[in-house]
């Protein structure tokens, strides 16, 4: 079954358990506005979202006219690069199951915001409602912080959804992972980022670009909505000073900066870029191995760190195959140097 095709029919199972059981959390109207109000890739996502909270729920055999037997929601990890749609999956979830929803930035918060959002859950639940805690940036809460969450996830009070940029498994305590499942989000794909950027520019903006500004806008943002968004409103700026209409690809490039491309020293990016390059040169694939090679350049790697890299991939990948590679490699880090 087609990933659209699948998820329109989680969130169909969505609107007839609201239904079933009286309760009417998810409405078609409501359904039908989210769904139309996010991109293909998010649409995506979703999927792995609704599928796991929908798992929770089962046919009771003891009501043959269908009741579902509810339990309770599972707490979710979303880990993903910025701009991928972690917080936009956050409240949609809420909005689609109307839960309360509670915002907090690990960045600003602690234990005494920690304290007063279970206060609130507490009063919800008294009103006969449920409460989605939502933490960004989770992983900048430190272990007592984290050891705090813990009772309130484990006794239901609060559904918590997580949202962060870093590893679970090296930043988060195992004893609230193994309350939570975790869902890897992958960057915006460029036409993703397109359909967001168009959609931006003929509702918000009104701006006249051509499709050459809009690929340009798409290439800087490098798989973050919230980039391209920002580049965008930075377009739209510089546009009304020059009081040009017509917006090009030489213009949107001439008024923006380029960033520096997705990389971290030392972190998840660093470690995966490097051994994408590993991989395509004992595959035999030397245009991914230059990609690979030019991306993290242009990331910012160490070019004295790549030199030896390359000294180790002629050693143990090419090796035999070409006995020549090792000097050849020895040979250009030793001028580069």
Partial sequence: MAPDRLVQRLLTDAVLLGHIRNRCFVGPRRILTIWSSVNRDLRIGLLALWGAILSTFSWSKNHPTGQFD???PHSMILWGPPGSGKTTIARLAASAFDYDFIPLSAVFSGVKDIRAAMEAAESNRQLGRRTILFIDEIHRFNKSQQD???PFV???LVV???ATTENPSFELNSALLSQCQ?????????VALADIVTRAINERLQLDLDSTAIETIVDYAD???RRALGLLEHVATAAKSAKQKLLNGAFV???LSRGGRRFDKGGENFYDQISALHKSVRGSNPDAS???FARMLDGGADPHYLARRMVRMAWEDVGLADPRALQIANDAATTYI
């Avoid at 975790?182 to 460029?190: C, E, P, R, T, Y």
């Fill in 290 to 292: 230059l990609y690979w």
């Fill in 70 to 72: 509810a339990r309770k």
């Fill in 160 to 162: 918590l959804i997580g």
């Fill in 223 to 225: 798989g973050d909505a």
């Fill in 154 to 156: 484990e006794s239901g």
């Fill in 253 to 255: 490039a001439r008024v």
């Fill in 182 to 190: 975790v869902f890897v989000l992958k960057a915006l794909s460029d």
């Fill in 148 to 150: 705090g969450l813990l």
